[in-house]
């Protein structure tokens, strides 16, 4: 009874999940398109900070997406993802000190680290076998001549 509990509890969760991410991946597409429509309007462009805004604004989507990523396939590589583009956000968008970019460069390096030196064996075989398959599919067909 416990078990079948359990069971019950994680389905709902990751029901939920899927719903929060069908409800962010909406608003990243809304969002995408109101942000064209911004980039593309001719008034923005006698603004001086017209750049840093369209990037705050996509990068911001991008975390969106990667987020999304992240409630659908839970994997390290994905929390990683997410991480990444956050501090990233911060280093292209945020006019900080050079200590602050320094140390957003330094946590993107030990995400990188964490990455490639400490995930585990049976998730760098699935991405082994994830990249083979990529490549495979990828390769163009050879014509017999």
Same mark, same amino acid.
């Given at each position: 009874?416990?078990? %079948? ?28 398109? %109101? ?10 462009? !006698? ?41 990233? /956000? !911060? ?5 900080? @000190? ?15 680290? @964490? %990455? ?12 082994? /076998?994830?990249? /083979?398959?990529?490549? @495979?599919?990828? /390769? ?6």
């Amino acid at each position: 009874m416990r078990k %079948r509990l359990q069971n019950i509890m994680f389905e709902i969760g990751y029901i939920l999940e899927l719903i929060i991410a069908f409800v962010v991946g909406v608003s990243v597409l809304i969002l995408s398109v %109101r942000l064209l429509g911004q980039a593309l309007n001719s008034s923005l462009f !006698q603004e001086d900070d017209i750049l840093v805004s369209i990037l705050d604004k996509a990068m911001t989507l991008a975390i969106g997406v990667e987020f999304i990523k992240m409630l659908v396939k839970h994997t390290p590589e994905t929390v990683i993802e997410v991480l990444a583009f956050a501090i990233a /956000k !911060q280093l292209v968008v945020m006019h900080t @000190t050079p200590l602050e970019n320094f140390i957003t460069v330094v946590s993107i390096a030990v995400l990188f680290a @964490t %990455r490639r030196f400490l995930m585990l064996s049976g998730d760098r075989i699935r991405m082994k /076998k994830k990249n /083979k398959k990529n490549n @495979t599919d990828n /390769k163009p067909e050879e014509t017999q001549g």
